[in-house]
Structures are given as structure tokens and as C-alpha cells.
């Protein structure tokens, strides 16, 4: 009986001089990471980069005050204290972690081996055949030596191989060189740290510290929860809620990615948007002589009730720019949304042969903007493009037969300033379609039957039963699809970049908003400018949704 | 037991199938070497060819292009052990360029004791090649040399990112600066701060180039235009003959051309200089392009598009239809032969272009080796572009027909002009010594952002959207706002 008790106490004495470990641990952590911030402020080594001054700072002020707290939350046993510590912990570990991994080549190590893989296949296949050797013994139940060897056979096979695929993709000679990089200060203390961190999160996992903890079910599944999660959350915050804000930060610096940036207030924004209207004596008065040519270029003039007007921007381009992107998306939105309505309609028939279509429009959705692209450049080629050249010879035919004199246009489609948009909402529309329509169609399923039967029988014809039943009810789809394709619509780049020489166009005309954010941030390396102009586009496209989704609610509720 | 062997070989047949789809990718250097960078860059030639936009072919082998490139030399730089790596980057357009390139780094490797060198192929028919270079200075993972185009080498210099090798330079016996082209090496020993040239030392050329006028010969013999390398090698080859042979020829069907260039500012430059007009003030630091003779050559190019039409429509890619034996004369550089030796199937040579009102012009294209200013390795560095620029490594690369070597010298000229077809190689050679402008960065102001605004209006001019005297009343306004 004595043992039987003895056992839970020791355990509980353990537990208590582990969770002392973990106050010592937190307050030596709280100590450090203060340590740490006041030598940010004193080291010349991120010199001249504030931003990443402060955001150390903030890191470790942060493990300060959450271990600080931590520890006596541990003391008095209370369960929060046990949350506090399993986090920062948990942080540490990962940043010591990925940090060492960093550090050690580990990243590059990978990225190279996909690069080494293809030597290894040759081993792959054997170690298949080893466990295909090893499978042909499963023939011989009734024999079990004879099975007993093709096993061993196929086992040896399999291992050789697989060693010797390790050895071909270079992991294993890789392993031994990162092993060897293990000498310097900062790996070991990364590699230190890492273990260190990871024991504590093991010392406040265990269910004996969770129970001296007081910790209960509710929270034990909080944790759970946060632990799967983290992943993504952890993803989310680092590779983008991070670098969003890093852009809102350099959008106020002149930053060129070179240089120290400097902090320039709203001066980006200021540029981006300033405009200046003046009056006209004449309709061809020369701009230069109604407005400071050295500061604003000509965006339009009209005439006005009679006043002949002048508009001038500091950043004509921009004003270009984002008048492409709106008539982009007021022609590619309509001409990508409502060929797939109706295609799919089509495409919910019940006749042989349908899956067949559906996949074959679903096709171009997944193919490579970059090949699409190349392959509609040779097709719209004015001189030897095969658009043009059925075109001409459609008009040819026509002429013929019907004895007219139509002209062939010749249209010049990549190169004239009129038809270079066009081409591209075209390519664009034509890609997109097919996702909406595969939207579209799932949309449709969703649609009782019993509610056409019901307007049949009510002698509804089929444009009324489109109209008055398929239309409504597919509305939460359409709204998606609408809103989906606005915002990538909004975001075309690709497709023009690749398509387009030089990717501007013709006079301009196939500028879009995200091109010219590209040229300004990766082109003229204006990043601190091309920062301000993805504000200016998010927020524009941020409204533009808001809106939409204002609208789709009232009419949700009058519906 | 059984099962772990069992998971072992299902691992092993995923990674079997995974590894059949990734089979034809890059396979580089073992995982213990830094990675090489991971970019696979851009449809950029020469600073030509990426304004051009002309999307070389080859870049299809892109992958398979890498892998071969640079597989042997990081199995080399990992049995280094201590040695020094250096990691060299240029812009090769397609795998027979790459396979040079490759043999000459592995030459040079073995040479360079206690150096390895990584070469690495740049370009991608989706990306820039000076974007991505930039955004990897940026990052710090740029090569340590690498090739970048005359007009950008102002804006590396200004800001820092390439270093100025003057002092090693006057330090390395046998080395001059008069060895090359005096017009690329005027702009690559530009001093910014002082305005002089001779104080500094960018970078090494790579090599030249220059406009010629690509014959289809074939076109020109059927309509029996009078032939021009006769009329150039008679003194004869001015605007008026080639406007006549232009015209002839294009009156040989709707979808014959006389003339056809691509859409940016070498071939419309050519047509301002020839007129004895410029991009810019003599000292660069001011926009001539309302000047008198600047509008008459662009009004002469303009008629061809409109009054004479007798050329592809501006802004359409000629060479596709002048590989299709559709365009008798394409004006483009000499990294176009590899291409119409390779695709066309008609009779073909080359001649210079025709002399202007103000008596020949060209352009002289150039691109420089230089060194990446975080460069651990400065000296080994410059070592390596003196070894990349000696007459034997730019014979082997001028033996390829692509470019024109950029060293004054007997023994790579030769290897040039001995690569034919074209025959008539020495049209380029007469385009380099009759009166070219050198094509130069602008250290007193930002070339993307004149260009940029140039190119667009010039457009719209040569389309017919834009008169000359409006052209005239506006450009330099604009186009001045690119000057500091």
C-alpha cells in the first residue's frame, strides 16, 4: 500500500521541481529577452534598419512580458501561467528551429535535392522491385521457408536501394556537410535553444503538470485547438498578415530594396493622386503654358458647357493605368460570367457525352498562362496570324459568293491601341469561363427539381423557368462568381505581361494597375512608390467588394 | 516489421512517380552547396533583345538547360572543400550558347587555382533578366559576376550595386582599357561624381553588336529590285534606294513587306540619328528629340507606315513573318543569325543599313561583365571577367555568330567573320566602324523612365495617332522629367 501511494507522490514532487525548472526557465528568459532588447538599441549590426529594430524589439518586449508573467502565474499553480508558458515555448522553439535550419544550409539543402532527385529514381524503382520480391514470397504460404527468402531477398534489395538512393540525391553526403557546419556560436545556441525550448514545452504538456496546474478538459482542448491551428495561423501571420504590413510601412519610405529607406509621410500617396484642373483659352492651347510642366503631365481635355477644360496629373500613368484596369473589368467580368451561365445551363443536360465537355471547357483553366499566352500571340500576329488569316479568308468566301466588296481590316490586334485591351480581355474571358462554369454548374444542382416540375405544370416555359426560377436562385453563386472574378479581373498581370511587347502596349493601352505597380517596384525598383500604389489598388478593390457585398445583403433581406 | 517495409517501398513508389514528373527539372548542385539562385530568368537578350521582346526559341530548354549548365560544376564546387566559389551569370539565348558558356566557365575553373567557378544561364521567357538580378541584389543572393546591358549599367553604378574596379585594374599588368571599344568603355569608366570618363571602371565588355538589314533575297530577285549589298558596295545604299527596293517588294502581294523592325528604341533610333537627330542633348542630360533633324528622321520612318506602306505594322513582331519569307528587309542585331540560320528556308544575307541624310549610322549594342559590389571575392572576381573577355573566350563565343567580340582583335574578329551564313558577315564590322552611336546608360538621369516615356509616343506616332508637331510640343516636356 505505502508503494502504491509513494508512486503519485514522487510524481508530484517531480512535477513541482519541473514546474520550478519552468519559473527559473521564464525568468531567466524574461531577463534575457530584456537583455536582448537593450542590446538592439546599442549594437551596430541592424544599424539603419529601424524597421526591423523595432519589430525585434517588440518580439522580445513581448517574451518579456509573457514570461514575466508566466512565472509567477506558475508559482501560484494557476493554469494560465501553464497557456503563457506552453506559447512562448513553443515560439521559441520554432524560431530556434526553422532559425537553425536557416542557419545550417538546411533550406537550400532541400531546395537542391529537388534539384538531385531525378539520380535517385533508378533506386526508387529498385526498392519497388525488392518489395515486389518480397510480395512474389506471399505465393508460397504453404512453403514458409521459400517465402521466408523471397522476403529476406526483397527486404535486403529494398534497404541496398534505399541507401543507395540516399546516397544519389546527395542527402546523406548533405547531412554530413550540415553536420559540419555545427560550430560556430549561433548554430549551437540555435540547436541549444531549440532543445532547450522543447523540453519545457514537453515539462508543461505532461498531463502531471497540466493536473498540478489545475488545468481542465475545456482547456486542454484549447490548446489542442491552437496547436493545430498554428500552422496555418503562424503561415498566415508570417508570409502574409507580415509582409502586408511591411508593405503599408514602406509605402510611407522612399525605398528602393537598396538603400536605407527613408520616411517620406503620405508623399507617395500625395503623388500617386494629385491632379490639377485648369481652363483652356483655346482647345489646342499648348499645356505648357496652363500648367508647370515639370510637375504634372496632360491626362485629358473637353470641352465643358462651353469651357474647354484641362486635366493634369502628377502621375498620368497611374490615372492610365487604372482607367485600363476599370474597362477591363467592366468587358472581361461580363464576358467571362455570362457565356459561363449560359454554358453551363447547357452543360447540366443529361444527354451522353456531357462529362466530356465539361472537362474540355474546364481545360483552359488549368493550363499555364504562360503557354496560353504564347500561343494566342501567334494566333492574333496581324501578318501571319490564323485569326486574321480566317478573317481574310471569310471575307474572300463572302465576296465571292455574294459578289460584295467587304474590305479585309487587318486588324492589328496586339499592336493598335484600340484592339490590344480587347485581345487580352478576350484570352482572359475565354480562361476564366470555363471555372465559372464549373461554379455555375454546382450552383445549378443545387436548385430543386420539384421547383421547375411545379412551374411546368404551371406552364412555364423554359425561359421562364430560367428566368424566373434558375436566375434567383443560383444569386449566392453568381454574386461569388461575379465578386471572385472582379477582384482577379482588378489584378490582371500575366496574361499582359507575357502577351504584350513591350507589356504596356500600344500607346499605353494595355497598362494595367498591377503592371504598373510591377515597373515601379521590380523595373525602376521605386518599391516605397509601388508600395503606395497596392494600398491605393487594395483599397480600391476592398471597396469595390464591400459594396458588392452591401448590396448582395440588402437584397437578401427584400428578397 | 513487415509494414514498415511495406510503407518504405509505397514511400518509394510515390517518390518514384513524384520524381517521373520532376525528372526533366533543374538538377543542380548536391545539398551541401549553397543553392544556386533559384530564379530561372527572363526574356532578356542583349539590351536589344529585351526591348525587342523577340522570344528566342531555345528558352523552351530552359530546364534542361540549367541542369546541364551547371550540374558538373557545383559536384566540382562541393569537392572543393575550401576553395573559393564564384558564382557568374549572363544571358545566353539558347543551349548551344549555354553549352559555350558552360565550357568556357569549366576552362576557366580549371585555370583559376583554388577558384570554382558556378555558371549560371539567366533568362525566362516570364521574367526580366535585370528584375529578377535586382531583386536579388536586393536579397543578397546575386552572383558575384554577371552581365548586364550598356544602358543599365548607370543605374547599377548609381546605386551602388556594382563595383567600381579601377584601383585593381591599374594594379593588373597588361591590362588597358584601349584593348576594347573606346564607346562602351567611355560610359564603363564613367566617374559620376566627377562627370570624366577614364576615372572609373565598371565592368568589362562582353561583346557588340549592330543593326544590319537581314535580306530575304528570294523576294528581291523576284520582283528584280536592284540588290543592296551591290548598291552599298557602290555607294549607293541611302533611303532613297532602300525606300525603292522596299517598295518593289511590297508590291508583291498584301502580305509582302518591304521593311519590317520591332517595336523599341534601337530601330526608330536609327532612323533619328541617320537624319543626324538624337535621344539626347550632346552632353546627355537633356532630351533632343524635338530637335529639326530628330522629327525628320521619325517623319521618314512614319511614311514608311503610312504614305509608303511598305512596312510590317509597328508594334507587330517582324520576325516571324520575315522567317516566314514574308518581309525582305528585317532590321535587326546580329543575335538574330542564329535564328534565321536555323528557321529560314530562303535564299538570305545581310547588309548594312542605309546611309541617312546625315551619312551612315548605326547603333553599337553592348553589354558588360561586372561585379556584384557585395562580392566576397572582389579580386578573384575581376580576375574572372579578365579571363571572360581575353580574345580566345570571345572567339569561342563570336564562333557561335550571335555577337561581334568587344576586343579590338585579329584573332576574334576572325573567328566572327569566318561563321557564316551570312555571307556578307562584314556588314556588321562596316556597321561598327561607320560613325555608330554607342548605345549608353544615362548617368544624369533614369534611361527606364526616359524610355518608358519615349517609346509610347514615338508609337503613336509611327501609328499614325500622333502628328509630328504634336509629338514635337510635348516629348521633351515629358521625356525631361527623367533627368535629375
Known sequence: MATVTATPGHQAQNTDAWLTIAVVWHALLCVASLGGTFWLWQTETIAGQSWLQTLLTVLLLLMAAASGLAAPLIIRRDHRGRVLSLVVNYLGFLVCFFGAWH??????????????????????????????????????????????????????????????????????????????????????????????FATMIWVMWRQPAADA?????????????????????????????????????????????????????????????????????????????????????????????????????????????????????????????????????????????????????????????????????LLFNATIGYINYFIATGIEFTNQILGTAIADPQIRWLSDSRTALLSVIIIVAWQTMGFNTVLFLAGLQNIPKDLY?????????????????????LAPTTFFVVTMTTIQAMQVFDHIFILMNPPAGPNNSTLSMVLYLYQKGFQRFEQGYASAIAWVLFIFIFALTFLRFQRERASAYEG | MKSIYRLLAILSLVFFLVGCGGAATPTDAPAEEEAPAEEEAPAEEEAAVEEEGVEEEPMEEEAATEEEASEEPAEAAAASGDGITLRWRTR????????????????????????TLLYEPGGSETSSYQDVLKTEIAAGTAPDVFWIPGTDVADFATRGLIMDLRSMADATEGYSDDDFYPGPMEHLTFNPESGSSGEALWGLPRDVSTFALYLNLDLINEVGAPDPRELAANGNWNWDTFLEVASATRGLGSDIFGYGQNAWWGPYGYWINAAG?????????????????????????????????????????????????????????????????????????????????????????????????????????????QQL?????????????????????????????????????????????????????????????YDATMGPEVQAVLTGNKSIDDFAASICDEANKAFN
Open chain 1, 103 to 196: 542557419v545550417l544550409g538546411i533550406f537550400s539543402g532541400l531546395n537542391d535535392l529537388a534539384g538531385t532527385f531525378g539520380r535517385g529514381i533508378p533506386f526508387l524503382f529498385a526498392v519497388f522491385i525488392g518489395y515486389l520480391v518480397g510480395a512474389f514470397g506471399d505465393r508460397f504460404e504453404d512453403n514458409p521457408a521459400q517465402q521466408q527468402l523471397f522476403q529476406r531477398i526483397g527486404r535486403i534489395i529494398m534497404l541496398v536501394a534505399f541507401v543507395m538512393f540516399l546516397f544519389a540525391i546527395g542527402l546523406v553526403q548533405g547531412l554530413i556537410a550540415i553536420a559540419g557546419r555545427i560550430d560556430g556560436p549561433l548554430p549551437i545556441a540555435l540547436a541549444v535553444g531549440s532543445v532547450l
Open chain 1, 213 to 377: 496546474m489545475n488545468a481542465n478538459n475545456s482547456h486542454t482542448e484549447m490548446l489542442n485547438g491552437y496547436l493545430f491551428l498554428s500552422p496555418n495561423l503562424l503561415g498566415f501571420l508570417v508570409f502574409f498578415a507580415g509582409p502586408l504590413l511591411f508593405s503599408l510601412y514602406i509605402s510611407f519610405t522612399d525605398s528602393d530594396a537598396f538603400s536605407t529607406p527613408n520616411w517620406v509621410g503620405f508623399d507617395n500617396y500625395a503623388d500617386i493622386l494629385n491632379m490639377s484642373i485648369a481652363q483652356l483659352d483655346a482647345p489646342n492651347q499648348p499645356f505648357s503654358e496652363v500648367m508647370d510642366v515639370s510637375t504634372y503631365s496632360e491626362m485629358t481635355r473637353f470641352n465643358f458647357f462651353g469651357q474647354n477644360i484641362v486635366i493634369g496629373a502628377e502621375d498620368r500613368l497611374f490615372w492610365l493605368a487604372l482607367r485600363n484596369t476599370i474597362v477591363f473589368v467592366l468587358v472581361a467580368v461580363p464576358l467571362s460570367v455570362i457565356p459561363a451561365l449560359f454554358l453551363s445551363n447547357l452543360l447540366n443536360s443529361k444527354i451522353p457525352g456531357m462529362k466530356f465537355f465539361r472537362a474540355v471547357y474546364f481545360i483552359p483553366s488549368i493550363a499555364a498562362v504562360v503557354g496560353i499566352a504564347l500561343i494566342w500571340q
Open chain 1, 453 to 473: 416540375e411545379a412551374a411546368t405544370v404551371d406552364g412555364a416555359g423554359s425561359w421562364a423557368q430560367f428566368w424566373r426560377i434558375t436566375l434567383p436562385m
Open chain 2, 92 to 115: 545566353p539565348d539558347n543551349q548551344a550558347e549555354i553549352d559555350v558558356y558552360q565550357n568556357v566557365s569549366d576552362d576557366i575553373s580549371s585555370a583559376m587555382e583554388g577558384v
Open chain 2, 277 to 385: 537627330g538624337s535621344f539626347f542633348s550632346e552632353d546627355r542630360t537633356a532630351c533632343a528629340l524635338n530637335t529639326e533633324e530628330s522629327l525628320a528622321g521619325l517623319e521618314f520612318e512614319q511614311k514608311l507606315y503610312t504614305d509608303f506602306d511598305v512596312a510590317v505594322p509597328y508594334g507587330e513582331d517582324s520576325e516571324p513573318p520575315f522567317l516566314a519569307g514574308k518581309v525582305a528587309m528585317f532590321q535587326n542585331g546580329r543575335w538574330a543569325t542564329p535564328g534565321t540560320r536555323a528557321s529560314a528556308d530562303f535564299n538570305w544575307d545581310v547588309v548594312e543599313l542605309p546611309d541617312g541624310p546625315a551619312g551612315p549610322s548605326n547603333w553599337l549594342f553592348w553589354g558588360a561583365y561586372v561585379v556584384n559590389a557585395k562580392t566576397e571575392h572582389p579580386e578573384e572576381a575581376w580576375n574572372l571577367i
Open chain 2, 389 to 449: 573577355t581575353t580574345a580566345e573566350t570571345q572567339g569561342k563565343i563570336a564562333e557561335l555568330g550571335a555577337n561581334v567580340p568587344s576586343r579590338v582583335s585579329e584573332e576574334a574578329l576572325d573567328a566572327f567573320l569566318n561563321f557564316t551564313p551570312p555571307e556578307n558577315n562584314q556588314a556588321f564590322l562596316n556597321g561598327l566602324a561607320n560613325n555608330p552611336a554607342t548605345e549608353g546608360p544615362l548617368w544624369a538621369g533614369s534611361w527606364p523612365e
